[in-house]
């Protein structure tokens, strides 16, 4: 039987390793030894039932009826036009039309109760998968791209600069040790998120909603300490 949560840890781990590689690198399987150890991350357990119907669903471009539970524990029906499958930090989501909405939405296939396959569907001309993934901060992105400008103090900055946070990122090195990273996203969730986590050393320059944003969450945090 196929383990969903190691395969989708082993797909993440062979990315990074050719993604991180300049040049090419080939090696056996054979080498692979207990010598070389990998890390994952933590990750969700899967329904596999559920699992293969999203999966089947994808395959064979059928709609999908869904009982979702949101991120705030909200349960609620949707009919789906999934688009595409994907693994990311321990989880498997699926893009998809949401019909009502008649718009693109990411779902985490964990938190799917019920699933049900329906008719086929077209996929919408001109719609291109790994450009939207490409826009993406994490795994949720929006409706337009736009450019983000961040300021990394020096405590930092070794660690963010040698990672590619996206592929269109620039930075700029200051004489006190610190950096700015820009780059275009429309992964406004996940960008949020990303740079709570790194306060109280980074700060946003731009754009200012996204400034007034992490002001905002900040604040609204030392107001529940």
């Known amino acids: 039987e196929l383990d969903l949560a190691l395969a989708g840890d082993m797909e993440a781990v062979?990315?990074?390793?050719?993604?991180?590689?300049?040049?090419?690198?080939?090696?056996g399987l054979e080498r692979v030894t207990d010598k070389f150890t990998v890390i994952s991350d933590d990750y969700v357990v899967q329904n596999p039932d559920i699992w293969a119907k999203v999966a089947d669903a994808v395959d064979k471009t059928r709609r999908i009826s869904v009982r979702y539970q949101k991120f705030n524990g909200e349960t609620g029906d949707y009919l789906l036009e999934p688009y595409q499958l994907l693994s990311y930090h321990g989880n498997w989501y699926v893009?998809?039309?949401?019909?009502?909405?008649?718009?693109?939405?990411?779902?985490a296939v964990s938190r799917i109760g019920m699933a049900e396959l329906g008719d086929r569907f077209r996929m919408p001309a001109g719609f291109?998968?790994?450009?939207?993934?490409e826009n993406s901060f994490g795994i949720v992105s929006?409706?337009?791209?736009?450019?983000?400008?961040v300021l990394c103090s020096s405590k930092i900055a070794a660690y963010i600069k040698e990672r590619v946070w996206q592929e269109d990122q620039v930075i700029k090195e200051k004489k006190d040790g610190s950096i700015e990273l820009s780059f275009e996203t429309a992964g406004w969730k996940g960008l949020v998120r990303w740079i709570l986590s790194w306060q109280p050393d980074m700060q946003v320059l731009s754009p200012?909603?996204?400034r007034e944003r992490i002001d905002l969450k900040i604040r609204q945090g030392l107001a529940n300490q």
Do not use: C, M, N, Q
Not at 14 to 27: A, D, M, P, Q
Not at 142 to 149: A, L
């Open 128 to 133: 291109d998968v790994s450009r939207y993934i």
């Open 14 to 27: 062979l990315r990074k390793i050719s993604e991180s590689l300049e040049g090419k690198v080939s090696f």
């Open 208 to 210: 200012k909603r996204l």
């Open 95 to 107: 893009l998809a039309r949401h019909v009502e909405k008649d718009r693109v939405v990411t779902f």
């Open 142 to 149: 929006g409706d337009k791209p736009f450019k983000v400008r």
